[in-house]
């Protein structure tokens, strides 16, 4: 599993290692016209949710307004030029015709939650709510054979089609005996392996489903893994986090619908528009990093000043998150706002490494360079870097994620 | 005749086997089926780490994980002989985001678990289930003005809370709790708290507009108020501000004795046998848990009129959950505006390294009490115990002597197995950690 992550991590350090956030006026024209094609070929197919953005956005009080400044603070986030709003607000209203197929597994319904809105309902939320989620453990009715049922439907009937969110680790002790799934036993890889296998893409919801997550911190007794070290030839797109940011999931979807393909996507297949940065480089506590002024021990004038966390173990300088902007609970605070500082939850092995209050040098994580200043400022510059991975609308591409390192797109 | 019917991925997780004899439930298989090891990941670790881990193990419940961590800990810190006095800033805090954390189950719970469940029943249509995610929403964001986040925070810690909150998020709070209150009163009730808290039978209730009592209506009207009678026996062990640990029989109250908890692991595959899920008991006895537990406890008026005429039935449990969901607003509210924010948030305990003793951490979860035992050795858990709510609700017991859920399930119409089965609201994710 490690030998994979590296030959992964081999591949894409190659080229240029920075997010770039301005490709050029030509690249951005291109880009444009490529995603006003794909926009008007998906409005051509039948609607696959009847959920329409408007019915649902008026349904909780949303004016166009708001929907039009929801949109052009996703198409920043996005990291594309303005002129692209007016094309997210039609990729958010053709979303209905994008299948999803939800899986849960070795998880603790954590991530579930934001589809349920539990944070919302903001505008994000309520567009995952437009996506035509075909199928869904938790939240649909069906039980047994009638959703067994009802999920091999929606797998024939969308072959090639549907994006594969899967949330929750794959335990493979014990031939994967650690959890079954459905009328006949079916262990959670051979369900994975086997739904997986018709669709689009899959994305990897939360820590667990992208690293394996809490059930893999040592000894892992159930031998819990990620999504990627398990499936081959299939485009993965990994949305860590514990749990995963609702505003990422539906960037996600968003950038699927408007290009037809995977967002840029880091060494570990996480889109850098969301993880291409670090907690450190946006945190509201920066500053008192800069001038030097920290919080020694819990409770202290430091805390009372909210000054920085590092010295308490904060591992923002290197975790790439994007939670210091968007925050959680519709922006409401963060665990740096409540004084405690990041534990890592994007990065791997952060449940055994990063945890909660070990400072940095009894972490054990490899800083690149010596001293901690310079590992501050210059860690993980080294594993950016960029690719694109492009699907079709109705094709399957066949390359094992991330092999095509052409210049990448947004 | 038996017939076998299967009803698997109930919340996800959990598995039960129903034999049917002339139409009537006759036994009820309940497994869990999924397996994570979280007590044996903590072996080892760091005690701090427990505050990590531990509030993962549920993305519903996880922040009375983690109030039942940090308490197990400062309890061990007294059995070392070095007791941790918390202000009672840090405590009302702790009292409010947990309080927060029942208050979202119990509306997610009420509207989007039970209204599906009992819609097949009743000849009425049904208040729509978005009714939840509004007051859902509000109840979270709340919590994470606190907390950083919702789910998954681990903001309270031996000896207080990181959090320093001022009065502009005190009165934020207190402002959004008045929305929340206000969606509670135009929707749940149809009528203000109040009036609400003046009410104390059953007519009184049935009588209101709201999407409670048109529940409540709607089983009387339907002939489901006496179905899924269990044990009648409950028990809190939680220790909080709005309720303290008691046994009931009936209506007896009794003390209890934390050490006369158990858990039995007999039907555990490392036993031969069909689940991960091992059964909690007390003296040997099943006990149904939970907001129904802790009105019998608190001696609660209205709930206890119900339960007069209908015993432990689906719809003495069912109001119990929202009532309790009233009272806790009410309760979120005095504590919000007694905070003493010139008080401490964390006062530093001995180091963690030279703590070696055991401790118990017990706290009143949305489905009943969650108790963590830890045993430190260096400031190194050597051993890590998690009892959780469902593992008293659900546990699996024999036909002579079935676990709280099973006695309810027994001799009722196979129609009606959802909804009685989702009255004890399975969280499978804690039962097998």
Same mark, same amino acid.
């Given at each position: 599993m490690?030998e994979?992550r590296?030959?992964l991590?081999?591949?894409?350090?190659t080229k240029?290692s920075?997010?770039m956030?301005n490709?050029?006026?030509?690249?951005?024209?291109?880009?444009w016209q490529?995603c006003?094609?794909?926009?008007d070929?998906?409005?051509k197919?039948p609607?696959?949710?009847?959920n329409?953005?408007d019915?649902?956005l008026s349904?909780?009080?949303?004016?166009?307004?708001?929907f039009?400044?929801?949109?052009?603070a996703?198409t920043?986030m996005?990291?594309?030029?303005?002129?692209f709003?007016p094309l997210?607000?039609?990729?958010a209203?053709?979303?209905?015709r994008?299948?999803v197929?939800?899986?849960?597994l070795?998880?603790?319904?954590g991530?579930s939650?934001?589809?349920?809105?539990s944070?919302?309902?903001t505008i994000d939320?309520?567009?995952l709510?437009?996506?035509?989620l075909?199928?869904?453990?938790?939240?649909?009715?069906a039980a047994?054979?009638?959703?067994?049922?009802?999920?091999?439907?929606a797998m024939?009937?969308?072959?090639g089609?549907?994006l594969c969110?899967?949330?929750g680790?794959?335990?493979r002790a014990?031939n994967?005996?650690y959890g079954?799934?459905?009328?006949?036993?079916?262990?959670?890889?051979e369900?994975?392996?086997r739904?997986?296998?018709?669709?689009?893409?899959?994305?990897?919801v939360g820590s667990?489903?992208?690293y394996g997550g809490?059930p893999?911190?040592a000894?892992n007794?159930t031998g819990?893994?990620?999504?990627?070290d398990?499936?081959n030839?299939?485009p993965?797109?990994?949305?860590?986090?514990?749990?995963?940011?609702p505003?990422n999931m539906?960037?996600?979807?968003?950038?699927y619908?408007?290009?037809?393909?995977?967002p840029?996507?880091?060494s570990l297949?996480?889109p850098k528009f969301a993880?291409g940065?670090?907690?450190?480089d946006?945190?509201?506590r920066?500053?008192?990093?800069?001038?030097?002024?920290?919080?020694?021990?819990w409770g202290?004038e430091?805390a009372?000043?909210?000054?920085?966390?590092?010295?308490?173990g904060?591992?923002?300088p290197m975790?790439f998150n994007?939670?210091?902007?968007v925050?959680?609970?519709?922006g409401?605070n963060?665990p740096?706002?409540?004084?405690?500082g990041?534990?890592?939850?994007?990065?791997?092995d952060?449940?055994?490494k990063?945890a909660?209050?070990r400072?940095?040098a009894?972490?054990?994580i490899?800083?690149?360079?010596?001293g901690?200043e310079?590992t501050v400022?210059e860690?993980?510059?080294g594993?950016?870097?960029?690719t694109?991975v492009g699907?079709?609308?109705h094709?399957v591409?066949?390359?094992?994620a991330?092999?095509?390192s052409?210049n990448g797109?947004a | 005749?038996?017939?076998?019917?299967i009803?698997e991925?109930?919340e996800?997780?959990?598995?039960v *086997?129903?034999?049917?004899?002339?139409d009537k439930?006759?036994?009820?298989?309940?497994?869990f089926p999924?397996?994570?090891?979280?007590?044996r990941i903590l072996?080892?670790?760091?005690?701090? *780490?427990?505050l990590?881990i531990?509030?993962?193990?549920?993305g519903?419940c996880?922040?009375a994980h983690?109030?039942a961590a940090v308490?197990?800990?400062?309890s061990?810190y007294?059995?070392?002989?070095?007791p941790?006095?918390i202000?009672?800033?840090?405590h009302?805090?702790?009292?409010?985001?947990?309080?927060?954390?029942?208050?979202?189950?119990?509306i997610?719970?009420?509207?989007?678990?039970?209204i599906p469940?009992?819609q097949?029943?009743?000849?009425?249509?049904?208040?729509?289930?978005s009714?939840?995610f509004a007051?859902v929403?509000?109840?979270n964001r709340i919590?994470?003005l606190?907390?950083?986040?919702?789910?998954?925070?681990?903001y309270?810690i031996?000896?207080g809370v990181t959090c320093d909150?001022?009065?502009l998020e005190?009165?934020?709070a207190?402002?959004?709790?008045?929305e929340?209150?206000?969606l509670?009163?135009?929707?749940?009730?149809?009528?203000n708290i109040?009036a609400?808290?003046?009410i104390?039978?059953?007519e009184?209730?049935t009588?209101l507009s709201?999407d409670?009592?048109y529940?409540i209506?709607?089983?009387?009207k339907n002939?489901?108020?006496?179905?899924g009678?269990?044990?009648?026996?409950?028990?809190v062990?939680?220790?909080?501000?709005?309720?303290?640990p008691a046994k009931?029989?009936?209506?007896?109250l009794?003390?209890? $004795?934390?050490?006369?908890v158990s858990?039995?692991d007999?039907?555990?595959?490392a036993k031969g046998g069909?689940?991960?899920?091992?059964?909690a008991?007390y003296k040997?006895?099943?006990?149904?848990?939970?907001?129904?537990?802790?009105?019998?406890a608190?001696l609660d008026?209205?709930?206890?009129n119900?339960?007069?005429?209908?015993? *432990?039935?689906?719809?003495?449990?069912i109001?119990?959950?929202?009532h309790e969901t009233?009272?806790l607003?009410t309760?979120?509210r005095?504590?919000?505006?007694?905070l $003493?924010?010139?008080q401490?948030?964390?006062r530093?305990?001995?180091p963690?390294?030279?703590?070696s003793a055991?401790?118990?951490?017990?706290?009143?979860?949305p489905r009943?009490?969650?108790?963590?035992?830890?045993?430190?050795?260096s400031g190194?858990i050597?051993?890590? *115990?998690i009892i959780t709510?469902?593992?008293?609700n659900?546990a699996?017991?024999t036909?002579?002597?079935?676990?709280?859920?099973q006695r309810?399930?027994?001799?009722?119409?196979?129609h009606?197995? $959802?909804?009685i089965?989702?009255s004890? $609201?399975?969280?499978?994710v804690?039962t097998t950690?």
């Amino acid at each position: 599993m490690n030998e994979r992550r590296e030959v992964l991590s081999t591949m894409f350090s190659t080229k240029d290692s920075q997010v770039m956030t301005n490709k050029g006026q030509d690249y951005y024209d291109a880009l444009w016209q490529k995603c006003r094609a794909r926009l008007d070929e998906l409005k051509k197919l039948p609607i696959a949710s009847s959920n329409s953005i408007d019915e649902v956005l008026s349904s909780e009080g949303y004016t166009r307004r708001d929907f039009m400044k929801w949109a052009s603070a996703t198409t920043a986030m996005l990291m594309l030029p303005a002129s692209f709003t007016p094309l997210v607000a039609e990729a958010a209203e053709v979303m209905n015709r994008v299948p999803v197929i939800w899986l849960e597994l070795q998880d603790c319904a954590g991530n579930s939650e934001a589809l349920l809105r539990s944070d919302g309902p903001t505008i994000d939320e309520l567009i995952l709510d437009v996506i035509s989620l075909e199928f869904h453990e938790t939240i649909m009715a069906a039980a047994g054979h009638q959703a067994e049922k009802q999920l091999e439907e929606a797998m024939e009937h969308f072959h090639g089609k549907y994006l594969c969110f899967v949330e929750g680790a794959i335990p493979r002790a014990m031939n994967g005996q650690y959890g079954t799934i459905g009328p006949k036993g079916e262990t959670f890889e051979e369900h994975l392996v086997r739904v997986s296998a018709g669709a689009a893409a899959v994305v990897a919801v939360g820590s667990c489903a992208t690293y394996g997550g809490i059930p893999a911190a040592a000894p892992n007794p159930t031998g819990a893994v990620g999504v990627m070290d398990i499936l081959n030839g299939k485009p993965i797109i990994n949305i860590p986090a514990c749990p995963a940011n609702p505003a990422n999931m539906v960037g996600v979807v968003i950038h699927y619908v408007l290009s037809g393909q995977v967002p840029e996507l880091d060494s570990l297949l996480r889109p850098k528009f969301a993880f291409g940065y670090r907690i450190h480089d946006n945190c509201e506590r920066r500053a008192h990093f800069d001038a030097g002024e920290f919080v020694e021990e819990w409770g202290d004038e430091g805390a009372k000043n909210n000054f920085c966390l590092y010295k308490m173990g904060c591992k923002g300088p290197m975790t790439f998150n994007n939670c210091s902007i968007v925050r959680y609970n519709e922006g409401v605070n963060w665990p740096i706002g409540v004084g405690r500082g990041c534990i890592g939850c994007s990065e791997p092995d952060f449940w055994d490494k990063y945890a909660y209050e070990r400072p940095m040098a009894d972490a054990k994580i490899k800083a690149p360079t010596g001293g901690v200043e310079k590992t501050v400022d210059e860690f993980g510059l080294g594993v950016l870097t960029a690719t694109a991975v492009g699907i079709g609308i109705h094709a399957v591409a066949s390359a094992v994620a991330g092999k095509k390192s052409d210049n990448g797109e947004a | 005749m038996i017939r076998k019917e299967i009803v698997e991925r109930i919340e996800g997780e959990a598995r039960v *086997d129903y034999e049917i004899e002339e139409d009537k439930i006759a036994f009820a298989q309940i497994s869990f089926p999924h397996f994570r090891g979280m007590e044996r990941i903590l072996e080892g670790a760091p005690a701090h *780490d427990a505050l990590m881990i531990t509030p993962r193990i549920c993305g519903i419940c996880g922040h009375a994980h983690l109030m039942a961590a940090v308490r197990a800990i400062e309890s061990a810190y007294a059995a070392a002989g070095s007791p941790i006095f918390i202000t009672p800033k840090a405590h009302a805090l702790r009292e409010i985001t947990l309080y927060l954390e029942l208050v979202q189950n119990h509306i997610k719970w009420f509207y989007l678990t039970v209204i599906p469940a009992l819609q097949p029943l009743c000849t009425e249509t049904l208040p729509k289930t978005s009714g939840a995610f509004a007051p859902v929403a509000l109840s979270n964001r709340i919590l994470a003005l606190f907390a950083g986040q919702a789910p998954h925070s681990a903001y309270a810690i031996p000896g207080g809370v990181t959090c320093d909150p001022s009065e502009l998020e005190q009165n934020q709070a207190l402002g959004m709790l008045e929305e929340l209150e206000k969606l509670l009163v135009s929707d749940l009730l149809g009528t203000n708290i109040a009036a609400y808290m003046e009410i104390q039978n059953l007519e009184a209730l049935t009588a209101l507009s709201g999407d409670f009592s048109y529940i409540i209506n709607e089983m009387e009207k339907n002939g489901l108020q006496g179905i899924g009678q269990s044990h009648d026996r409950f028990l809190v062990l939680g220790e909080h501000t709005l309720v303290s640990p008691a046994k009931i029989t009936h209506t007896t109250l009794r003390m209890v $004795d934390n050490d006369k908890v158990s858990e039995d692991d007999t039907n555990t595959f490392a036993k031969g046998g069909f689940t991960y899920g091992k059964n909690a008991l007390y003296k040997g006895m099943f006990f149904e848990t939970g907001p129904m537990a802790r009105a019998m406890a608190r001696l609660d008026p209205l709930i206890k009129n119900i339960h007069r005429r209908h015993k *432990d039935a689906l719809i003495t449990r069912i109001a119990a959950r929202v009532h309790e969901t009233v009272l806790l607003i009410t309760e979120i509210r005095r504590l919000l505006r007694s905070l $003493d924010l010139e008080q401490e948030s964390f006062r530093a305990p001995m180091p963690i390294s030279r703590l070696s003793a055991e401790g118990v951490g017990i706290v009143e979860a949305p489905r009943g009490p969650l108790i963590h035992r830890v045993k430190l050795k260096s400031g190194i858990i050597e051993r890590y *115990d998690i009892i959780t709510p469902t593992q008293w609700n659900l546990a699996h017991g024999t036909r002579e002597n079935p676990g709280p859920a099973q006695r309810a399930l027994m001799g009722a119409n196979p129609h009606h197995s $959802d909804i009685i089965f989702r009255s004890f $609201d399975v969280c499978s994710v804690c039962t097998t950690h």
